[in-house]
C-alpha cells in the first residue's frame, strides 16, 4: 500500500521560484571579472534566470540537451545554475583549470550545445573551438560595452541575448528524476569521467547540506562560497543560500589572500567554504597583515585533508568555527561533515579536535563501509582501514556515458568505490587515510601520506608538504617529504624531521627531506603527486 501523499517534484527551478517569493529582496553580491562589484537581488536573478531560460528556448535547447558553463563565482553563473536547470536541460560545469585535450574530451563526450563563458577564457575557448565539433554557439558573459573582439565563430553577448527576452515564464513541471547539471571529475589518470546530477539528487542535497548539524545554512547568514560554481555545484551553496535566503556574495576569479579579505569583511560574511589552499593564503595575509576576521563565524574546508595547524589558525586566532567536511564529484559532493555529538564537543580543546581533523560522520541518506580487497567489511574500531564504499540518493548510480569506468568503480550490489582508503571509529567518524594509490607500502604496512603531510605545515617554517612513497629495497617504499618553505624562513631537513618525531610512529619518518620552490596542483587544488613521482623516480635515499 502506498502512502497518501502528493508526488510533488523536487524541482531545482522551485528554489529559485521560493527565494524571490519569500526572500526576494535578500542580495547578492558579486565581485565582477569586469571589475566591480555588482548588487542585486534574489527577485531580479528569478527574472533574469527567466529570461534567460526563454532564451534558451529561443535558441532550440530541448529537455536533456547539455549546455556548458566556463566561468568564475558570480551572479550570470548563478543565472545559468537556475536558467538551465529550470528550463529542463544540464547544466555542464566545466574546470577551465584542466588540460586542453581534457576540455576538448569533455565538452564533446558530453556533447554540449551551447558554450556560456567569462571574458577570462575567451582565448581558451578561441583556441579549442576548432576542435568542438558539436558546439552550436558560444555566449559571453558579458554586456555589449565589454564585448571582445573575437575569433569565437557564432558568439553572442549574454546581456544582449537575455535583453530581447521576455521575464515572464512558466517553469516547466519537470518528472524530478530528470537530468539537472553534470561535473566531469579531474582524474589525473585516464580521462575525466562525467557524473549527471538530477533535480531530486540536487534538491535532496541542498535539503540535507542546509541542516544545523550539517552546514547549519540558515537565512541570517551572509555566505561566501569560495569553492568554485564549476567544481560540484561549489558544494551546494549556491542553491542551499537560495532555499533558505541567506545573503551570497560571490568572488569572482580573486582567490588571493587580499581580495578574499576584502569580501569578507566589506560584506560581513559570516559563512565561508573553500579548499585548504585557498585558506593558506588567506591566513597567510592576515598573518602578515596583523588583521583579523570579527565578522566570520564559520568556514567549511575540504576537498583535502585540513591540517590541525588550519583549525588552529581560524579557531584560536580569529574565533572562527572550522567544518572538515569530505565529498567527490560523484557525490554531489558531501558525503560527511566532522559535526560532533555532544560528547565529543564536550572534551577538552586538544581531544576535540582529534575529531575535527578526521573527515567527519556522514550526512543522513549517505551510507558507508569500509572494505578489505575481498570486498569483507572491516570493523568500525577507528584502526582497521580499507576502501570507503558508499552510497546514497545524491551518489551516482554510474558514470555518464563510460561503462569501462562504471564497471570498475561499483561492487555488484549497489556500492560506489570511492578509491578513498578510510577507517570508521565507533562514533561513525570517518578519516581519511589516503587515496589508494597515494598510500605508502612500507614493510608490509602502511602510511598515510596525508597524515605527515598535515603534521609537517604544523612546523612555521613549512607552507606546503607532499609526501610520495619511493620504492626502496628492503622495506618495498619509504616515504620522500618534499617541502615548499614559508616566506622568510630555511628549516633543515633534521628540523623538520625532529619536529615530526613525536608526532608520527617512529617508522613512518621520511627517509628524507627535500626542497622546492611550488607544489604541482591538479585542476581541483589539490597536491598532484604523479608529476612528482615522476620529478623524483630516480632520488636515492641517504639511508638506503
Ligand atoms: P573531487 O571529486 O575532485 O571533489 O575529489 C574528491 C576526492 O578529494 C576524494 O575522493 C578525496 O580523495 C579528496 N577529498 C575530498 N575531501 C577531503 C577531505 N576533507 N580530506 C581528505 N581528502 C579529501
Redesign the pocket.
Known amino acids: 500500500m502506498h502512502g497518501l501523499m502528493m508526488d510533488d517534484a523536487l524541482l531545482i527551478s522551485n528554489l529559485i521560484e521560493y527565494a524571490a517569493d519569500y526572500h526576494g529582496d535578500r542580495e547578492i553580491v558579486s565581485r565582477t571579472v569586469e571589475g566591480p562589484i555588482h548588487r542585486y537581488t534574489y527577485s531580479q536573478a528569478s527574472q533574469r534566470s527567466k529570461q534567460l531560460a526563454n532564451a534558451l528556448e529561443a535558441l532550440n535547447i530541448k529537455l536533456g540537451d547539455r549546455v556548458a558553463t566556463i566561468a568564475w563565482n558570480g551572479y550570470r553563473h548563478f543565472e545559468l545554475y537556475y536558467g538551465i536547470s529550470g528550463m529542463g536541460g544540464v547544466c555542464h560545469t566545466i574546470n577551465p583549470r584542466l588540460f586542453p585535450e581534457q576540455l576538448i574530451y569533455i565538452i564533446n563526450h558530453a556533447e554540449d550545445k551551447l558554450v556560456f563563458l567569462d571574458l577570462t577564457f575567451v582565448p581558451l575557448l578561441e583556441a579549442l573551438q576548432d576542435k568542438l565539433p558539436k558546439v552550436e554557439g558560444y555566449v559571453i558573459m558579458t554586456d555589449a560595452a565589454h564585448m571582445p573582439d573575437t575569433a569565437l565563430k557564432n558568439v553572442m553577448c549574454y546581456e544582449d541575448l537575455i535583453a530581447a527576452q521576455s521575464d515572464t515564464y512558466s517553469w516547466p513541471q519537470l518528472d524530478e528524476r530528470s537530468a539537472a547539471a553534470m561535473c566531469y571529475?579531474?582524474g589525473t589518470t585516464g580521462n575525466p569521467k562525467g557524473a549527471l546530477y538530477s533535480n531530486r539528487s540536487t534538491v535532496l542535497h541542498t535539503m540535507f547540506v542546509c541542516g544545523t548539524d550539517i552546514f547549519g545554512v540558515s537565512g541570517k547568514m551572509t555566505i561566501l562560497p569560495a569553492v568554485p560554481m564549476f567544481?560540484?555545484y561549489a558544494w551546494g551553496f549556491p542553491y542551499a543560500a537560495t532555499m533558505v535566503g541567506a545573503k551570497l556574495v560571490f568572488p569572482g576569479a580573486a582567490y588571493d589572500g587580499a581580495s578574499m579579505y576584502e569580501l569578507l569583511d566589506t560584506e560581513q560574511v559570516t559563512a565561508t567554504a573553500g579548499v585548504p589552499t585557498i585558506w593558506l593564503m588567506l591566513l597567510d595575509y592576515l598573518k602578515k597583515e596583523g588583521k583579523t576576521l570579527p565578522h566570520l563565524e564559520m568556514a567549511g574546508?575540504?576537498?583535502?585533508?585540513?591540517p590541525l595547524s588550519m583549525i588552529e589558525a581560524f579557531e584560536d586566532d580569529h574565533g572562527v568555527r572550522v567544518h572538515?567536511?569530505?565529498?567527490?564529484?560523484?557525490l554531489s559532493?558531501v558525503g560527511t561533515t566532522a559535526r560532533l555529538n555532544p560528547r565529543v564537543e564536550a572534551l577538552p580543546t586538544s581531544e576535540r579536535r582529534k575529531y575535527q581533523v578526521k573527515?567527519g560522520r556522514a550526512v543522513h541518506g549517505v551510507k558507508m563501509k569500509i572494505i578489505d580487497d575481498a570486498g569483507n567489511e572491516l570493523p568500525r574500531d577507528g584502526v582497521a582501514f580499507g576502501e570507503l564504499a558508499v552510497r546514497g540518493p545524491w551518489v551516482i548510480s554510474e558514470y555518464f556515458g563510460d561503462p569501462d569506468a562504471s564497471a570498475s568503480q561499483f561492487t555488484g550490489d549497489g556500492w560506489f568505490l570511492?578509491?578513498?582508503v578510510a577507517t570508521l571509529d565507533s562514533e561513525g567518524h570517518m578519516q581519511?587515510v589516503d587515496?589508494s594509490k597515494d598510500v605508502i607500502k612500507s614493510g608490509g604496512e602502511w602510511i598515510s601520506s596525508?597524515d605527515l603531510e598535515n603534521t609537517a605545515v604544523g612546523h612555521e617554517g613549512v607552507a606546503e608538504a607532499a609526501v610520495i612513497g619511493l620504492p626502496h629495497p628492503k622495506w618495498d617504499e619509504r616515504p620522500l617529504m618534499i617541502v615548499v618553505r614559508a616566506d622568510g624562513s630555511d628549516p633543515s631537513p633534521q628540523e623538520i624531521l625532529d619536529y615530526l618525531s613525536d608526532k608520527v610512529a617512529k617508522w613512518w619518518l621520511p627517509d628524507d627531506v627535500v626542497f622546492i620552490d611550488e607544489l604541482p596542483h591538479?585542476a581541483?587544488g589539490?597536491i598532484a603527486k604523479i608529476p612528482l613521482r615522476e620529478q623524483f623516480k630516480d632520488h636515492q635515499f641517504s639511508t638506503a
Open positions: 571529475t579531474s567544481h560540484v574546508i575540504g576537498g583535502a585533508a585540513t572538515h567536511a569530505w565529498g567527490m564529484t560523484e559532493p573527515q570511492t578509491g578513498d581519511i587515496r596525508i591538479t581541483t589539490k
